[in-house]
């Protein structure tokens, strides 16, 4: 709401010590906002609907952002404004800042050899990137093909301007065409290289943002399993079982039996739905789970939190303290 009133230079900013009061000096605009956004949504509404638009597009559910960005504009935003792209620009880039702890947020902002309209780049957790380019006609009954054109070349100029410049693995694009307060939207997906990804076999198949959770069969490891297997669905991501058979105990039982706890957490996975490989290795097992989550590109390591017992502890403190120290991407520490 506040992106919409700046953009359209009724809202100031007026110093307050180290801090900025926020004022609508316009008493009409004041009147119109309590009216048509405190009364009309209130608090509660409104942090529901932005949520929802916020899940759907980090899921590509198109029909979801059609709805639930139609049914704001038409609660919110007077149609007297709408006269180019640049206030819907600005009100979805501010229905999309409750996502701002993990991500970046830019608006009509410089990036490969152009101007994005919004941009949102990842900065911790294991969602996609998103790049949304707007479009907007004037004509009063525009065609359907008309619009799927102009939502089209939207996403066609996301590409062709490499506003993508600067993200690593998963970049969900959406080109947007809107006719009044009914949008047309079309999507895509990328997948970057970036610091951590890595080409395997086939040497063809380029990872993007990969999973991969530790696991040696024991209690708090199947837990962080569970976890993983959930967040893997969830956003379509490949997931990796790494299972570390400790430098010195190399005996064939040992191997047998890591071999055998590993391919049932494997079935598991798959039985669940994820896309799921298993490794197993030798070795130091921090040492081990840090080269294969640089050698498989991954995202995000799953680990469980140490044992009930004092060898637990010891063992698996000291694994998911190191991790946690060293990785190079996000670590999730599983209770």
């Known amino acids: 709401m506040y992106s919409v009133l700046a953009f359209s230079g009724h809202l100031t900013a007026i110093p307050d010590g180290e801090r900025y009061s926020l004022r609508i000096p316009n008493r009409e605009m004041y009147g119109v906002y309590g009216d048509m956004v405190i009364d009309r949504l209130g608090c509660d509404g409104m942090s529901g609907a932005m949520k929802e638009l916020s899940k759907a597009i ?20 007077s149609g007297r404004i709408l006269v180019n792209e640049y206030p819907y620009q600005a009100f979805i880039a501010g229905l999309l800042m409750n996502l701002f702890g993990n991500y970046d947020i830019t608006a009509d902002f410089e990036s490969g050899e152009g101007y994005h309209d919004i941009r949102l780049k990842r900065k911790r957790g294991v969602g996609p990137n998103i790049i949304i380019e707007v479009k907007h006609t004037r004509e009063d009954r525009p065609t359907e093909e008309r619009m799927m054109a102009l939502a089209q070349g939207a996403l066609k100029q996301i590409r062709d301007n490499d506003y993508a410049n600067g993200m690593s693995g998963k970049v969900l694009m959406y080109g947007i065409a809107f006719s009044k ?10 997948f970057l290289r970036g610091r951590f990804d890595t080409f395997i076999s086939p040497p063809t198949y380029a990872v993007g943002m990969t999973m991969l959770v530790a696991y ?53 996975a798959r039985a669940g739905g994820a896309d799921a490989h298993v490794i197993v290795e030798s070795g130091v097992p921090d040492a081990e789970i840090l080269s294969a989550a640089s050698r498989f590109g991954c995202g995000t390591i799953f680990v469980g939190r140490s044992g009930k017992t004092s060898l637990d502890r010891v063992i698996m403190g000291s694994v998911s303290n190191s991790i946690v120290a060293n990785a190079k991407c996000t670590v999730v520490v599983v209770q």
């Open 58 to 77: 980090l899921s590509d559910d198109e029909e979801a952002i059609g709805l639930n960005m139609k049914d704001l504009f038409e609660r919110v935003i």
């Open 181 to 190: 307060k009914t949008p047309t939207i079309v999507s895509d997906t990328m």
């Open 216 to 268: 040696d069969g024991r209690e708090n490891t199947e837990k962080a399993l569970d976890h993983a297997i959930s967040e893997a669905v969830l956003h379509g991501e490949k997931l990796y079982i790494l299972s570390v058979i400790p430098r010195g105990s190399e005996t064939q039982a040992d191997i047998d039996r890591t071999h055998s706890f590993a391919d049932a957490a494997l079935a598991k």
